[in-house]
């Protein structure tokens, strides 16, 4: 007649597993093998062999429920790759930079986009209002601000004006780049001794500043000799001067380029 073990007619849970500790068949065990803590049956009896080694169960014994190894990730942002042996950590990189393999030999790394021979920015600043002139040493023809994105990129600029009513024949034209003036006498106006419209422009392009951010930008009338002149009696003329005209507009178009 066969004889049962009362004593084994259930699993019979050990808690964790113990080196100096003898176990036998259906004994089950917790077990953390290097940060995995997984659970095991016993299949032969056994003395200190540890369950599993580097995720493979020993011989003496078979997994129950084999568990994960716990998140590396410790901040928003961070992401999951495979490392040489393990799942690591890459940190969240610096805003706009992207993710660069390096092959399968290398871990993945953070890097900052190439941006040579790209343009970076553009922005057009517009006066299109109509203004009565008066003689002044100095008059802003268009202004306003343009953010720079990259520090010692390169700026390159184009300026239209328009004018109505002859008067000076001869005034200086300057562009101002955050209060520096750039490209010396590459901006002016065409001179015209009749009261219709007329025009100016310039352009250029310069080293942009050290540092990124806001910069201011002006082109404006200023006489190199601090006199008081004008370039027209009307900037910006419309249909009130002249039935047969539009409102007219200057303009300053700023490019920013990574060369």
């Known amino acids: 007649m066969a004889t049962v073990n009362l004593g084994k007619i259930k699993l019979k849970w050990r808690g964790t597993y113990a080196g100096g500790t003898a176990y036998t068949p259906d004994d089950v065990v917790e077990y ?11 299949v032969t009896e056994s003395t200190g062999n540890a369950p599993s080694s580097g995720g493979t169960a020993h011989s003496s014994w078979n997994y129950m429920a084999k568990g994960q190894a716990p998140s590396p990730t410790t901040t928003r942002g961070d992401i999951i790759f ?8 890459l940190a969240a990189g610096t805003s706009g930079y ?8 290398a871990d993945p790394v953070w890097a900052e986009i190439n941006t040579s021979g790209h343009v970076l920015g553009v922005t057009e600043l517009i006066n299109n209002t109509r203004t009565s002139r008066s003689n002044q040493t100095s008059y802003n023809i268009v202004s306003g601000s343009y953010t720079q994105v990259k520090a010692n990129s390169k700026i390159v600029w184009w300026a239209n004006c328009w004018w109505r009513g002859n008067q000076d024949g001869e005034i200086r034209y300057q ?10 006498g590459q901006s002016g106006y065409h001179y015209s ?3 219709h419209r007329f025009g100016g422009h310039g352009g250029g392009y310069f080293q942009g ?12 009338e200023s006489a190199a000799n601090g006199n008081a002149h004008r370039s027209g009696s009307v900037h910006n003329p419309n249909a009130s001067d002249d039935a047969r005209l539009s409102q007219h507009a200057s303009n300053v178009t700023i490019w920013e380029v990574d060369l």
Request: glycine share 10%.
């Open 32 to 42: 953390t093998d290097g940060s995995v803590t997984s659970t095991y049956i016993c």
């Open 98 to 105: 992207f993710l660069k393999t390096l092959g399968s030999s």
């Open 175 to 184: 562009l101002l780049y955050n209060g520096s003036e750039k490209n010396v």
């Open 82 to 89: 495979r490392g040489a042996s393990a799942d690591q950590r």
């Open 209 to 220: 500043d050290s540092s990124t951010g806001s910069k201011t930008i002006v082109w404006r």
């Open 193 to 195: 001794n009749h009261s």
